[in-house]
């Protein structure tokens, strides 16, 4: 039972390029997130799912696109990245409404 | 937008020593949580509190949730070295969405 697992743990990326950040699971959990921490900023939502097919913005979605075409799988994308982007992106998973399963978390730079 | 504040931002004490940890909002909520986050790793859920009052303890660590759902406090007894993280509390006011606050840090010197 490996939890919430993401890929890649870091990376560095330049300035309007692409990338796909891949969170899995294996708790069968319905409810998925993906957050990004910054210093002095604590966690921020970006979007997040409650369910197989369906997702939703949170609090900071600009700039970034999901899906959940799998229930265990939670797909954030950066179309165009700035570095106003860099951060540590953490994923979630929970079965209810009270308590959240992290990632690792995955260091992301842009320059 | 709800806000949670967390009081302090840094905290430095010896090991054996008590502390305290705030956080307070100015909105209602139906549950708090309290996750504390070590360097290089995702947050880790401590406490979920849900009726306004409660009080929970974990070994060491006390969780108090305020009457009126607005507040909470986690009380470290003797503080150890392996406390040493930063704790994180959320709030959930009725949705699928946490609001977190930006965290303590806690250095518990041996």
């Known amino acids: 039972n490996a939890g919430v697992t993401q890929t890649p743990k870091f990376r560095v990326l330049k300035t309007g390029q692409s990338m796909t950040l891949l969170c899995a699971q294996d708790m069968n959990h319905e409810y998925m997130y993906w957050y990004r921490q910054d210093p002095g900023m604590g966690l921020r939502l970006i979007h997040y799912s409650v369910g197989e097919g369906t997702t939703a913005k949170g609090e900071v979605p600009d700039g970034y696109n999901v899906s959940r075409l799998k229930k265990q799988n939670f797909l954030l994308g950066l179309e165009s990245a700035a570095p106003s982007q860099t951060s540590v992106y953490f994923c979630?998973?929970?079965?209810?409404?009270?308590?959240?399963?992290f990632g690792p978390g995955t260091r992301l730079t842009v320059t | 937008t709800q806000l949670l504040e967390q009081s302090p931002q840094f905290l430095s004490i010896q090991e054996g020593e008590n502390l305290t940890v705030y956080c307070n909002s100015s909105?209602?909520?139906?549950?708090l949580q309290w996750y504390r986050q070590e360097p290089g790793e995702g947050p880790v859920l401590l406490v979920t509190?849900?009726?306004?009052?409660e009080v929970k303890k974990l070994k060491r660590l006390t969780f108090q949730f305020g009457d009126a759902r607005k507040d909470s406090s986690l009380h470290i007894t003797a503080a150890q070295p392996g406390d040493t993280g930063l704790y994180l509390c959320?709030?959930?006011?009725?949705?699928?969405?946490?609001?977190f606050g930006k965290g303590t840090k806690l250095s518990v010197i041996p």
């Open positions: 959320a709030g959930r006011a009725g949705s699928y969405q946490l609001t």
């Open positions: 509190v849900v009726t306004g009052g």
């Open positions: 909105s209602v909520f139906s549950s």
């Open positions: 979630a998973s929970s079965y209810s409404r009270y308590e959240q399963y």
